[in-house]
């Protein structure tokens, strides 16, 4: 569902084609315009209007055109206001904003367009199935796919009893090439606290933090993830720990800011947003770290 065409696509709850035959095809359930549209083919058809259009779904999507048009065929009529839009020569359909839950479609023509919002609801437990699916193909021979279909289901809360037996085998599971790495490891963690087994997670998470494999920059993100999770003084012991391994790096310096401004040490905490500015790899990190100096030089707290 990550992509969306005119012409389909496999992962696509929804689909369009613009020929003489314009049929719209849903392959989950879907909603237009906040109304529900269970799955299936539709032929597409129109009544232009001053101010609003109706756009009708019919069953029969087989019939060349409107000419065949029969209104006991009707799966669903909505509402939609044209809008004025650049010239176009020829009539087309396109969908012109695309999001994880919804997309618009429009049908543009001369200097008319016509939006018509097409959404799904639960959208992250039906990336979490295609997940699924594809993990019993190909995509379920590499440690790599199941981590991240684990670490999707995490951060959505979606199947978190699966997910975390998905983590698991991107752990240890020799059939798929499983492995203890950072990735696997602090994934693992996390659904293991959100499965309620907050022992085991706490010793996977030493392990993950502890592991070869880790970077300064994903110990610096398990510690800004504690920050976030209201968990401060395990956040400054992940952040200091950091320093320690990886001493004298960006990443850690701004950990180390962080860790010193929750304490409410203030002068410590701008010192090392001085030294982590001086090492910042890019512009935009070098703008935030300037602006991070501005509110702490102003005695302003920083989140």
């Known amino acids: 569902m990550s992509d969306l065409g005119l012409n389909g696509c496999a992962a696509c709850p929804w689909r369009g084609g613009a020929n003489e035959n314009t049929t719209f095809t849903a392959t989950h359930d879907v909603k237009v315009q906040g109304q529900p549209l269970p799955a299936g083919s539709y032929g597409l058809h129109f009544i232009p209007g001053q101010e609003e259009w109706t756009v009708i779904f019919s069953k029969d999507a087989a019939s060349w055109g409107s000419y065949w048009y029969d209104q006991k065929n009707d799966a669903l009529r909505v509402k939609a206001k044209p809008v004025k839009a650049p010239y176009r020569e020829w009539l087309t359909y396109e969908f012109t904003s695309r999001e994880a839950d919804k997309a618009t479609l429009a049908l543009g023509w001369e200097e008319l367009q016509l939006p018509v919002t097409v959404s799904v609801d639960d959208v992250n437990e039906l990336w979490a199935a295609n997940m699924e699916r594809d993990l019993r193909g ?164 920083i989140h």
């Open 138 to 301: 190909w995509a379920g021979f590499s440690w790599q796919n199941w981590q991240q279909a684990a670490a999707f289901c995490a951060q959505s809360k979606v199947r978190l009893p699966q997910a975390l037996k998905w983590a698991e085998r991107a752990v240890n599971d020799p059939y798929v090439g499983g492995q203890e790495n950072f990735q696997t490891l602090s994934t693992l963690s996390r659904l293991q606290a959100l499965n309620g087994q907050a022992p085991e997670s706490a010793k996977t998470f030493e392990k993950a933090i502890n592991h070869p494999t880790a970077q300064p920059i994903q110990i610096h993100v398990a510690a800004r993830q504690l920050l976030i999770d209201g968990k401060k003084d395990e956040a400054v012991r992940v952040f200091q720990l950091n320093a320690r391994r990886y001493p004298n790096q960006w990443p850690t310096h701004v950990g180390l800011m962080r860790a010193y401004a929750v304490s409410g040490d203030s002068k410590k905490a701008l010192a090392e947003a001085r030294l982590a500015l001086a090492q910042a790899p890019d512009e935009g990190n070098k703008k935030n770290l300037q602006n991070l100096i501005k509110q702490l030089e102003e005695g302003k707290g």
